[in-house]
């Protein structure tokens, strides 16, 4: 059974996947803008690798979002990302 905190993980990754998708933004072009390679950024995407402080601050900053946004679903549908339930 997931914990509270896991689960919050993947609302987290699954926003970040929603909104660059939205974006029609690679991950290519994630992984250049963050510098790190397209496998690393596919890692933290799918929720293999640690998201960090950092790398979800450089996540929002390329995205042109707030980190609120990434990590509270309901502020990611009152800009217009659709509801992932």
Known sequence: MKSEFDKKIEDIVFNIRLIREKRNYTQEYMAAKMQCSQNAYSKLEL??????????????????????ELVNPQRALAHGFPNRY
């Open 47 to 68: 929720g293999y690798s640690k998201l960090t402080v950092e790398k979800l601050l450089q996540v929002a900053e390329v995205l042109d979002v707030t980190v609120a």
